[in-house]
């Protein structure tokens, strides 16, 4: 079986830094993209930031220039700096991969459980 576990969230005040990490656990042959989602109390999941396999990364408007995404492919792991935070960032955060478990495999999509990132004014 395929998991995802988050680390890095907390609290921390406005203007702050953050940086999460997303470790890739189980057997599979590789993974793909891989991306950071946040989901804040009564709105819909947003994609925060992703980058492919390739390394080439795409962001959400609301964090270009204070965020960056980031992979080691060496250890699976997923990063996300999180620079000049903001209130309105205060969310559950999400890691998302797309996995081959197998060479030739289908492709299969893998939520962790979150890490809340609390940013206070």
């Known amino acids: 079986q395929v998991q995802l576990v988050e680390s890095g969230g907390g609290l921390v005040q406005a203007g702050g830094s953050l940086r999460l990490s997303c470790a890739v656990s189980?057997?599979?042959?590789?993974?793909?993209?891989m991306a950071w989602y946040r989901q804040a109390p009564g709105k819909q999941r947003e994609l925060v930031a992703a980058?492919?396999?390739?390394?080439?990364?795409d962001y959400a408007d609301s964090v270009l220039g204070r965020f960056a995404i980031s992979r080691d492919y060496a250890k699976d792991t997923a990063y996300l700096q999180m620079k000049n935070l903001k209130p309105e960032g205060t969310a559950v955060y999400l890691c998302?991969?797309?996995?081959?478990?197998?060479?030739?495999?289908?492709?299969?999509?893998?939520w962790g459980q979150g890490t809340q990132v609390t940013v206070s004014s």
């Open positions: 980058i492919a396999s390739g390394g080439s990364t």
């Open positions: 189980g057997s599979f042959f590789r993974i793909n993209n």
């Open positions: 998302w991969a797309n996995v081959q478990k197998i060479m030739y495999g289908m492709t299969l999509n893998y």
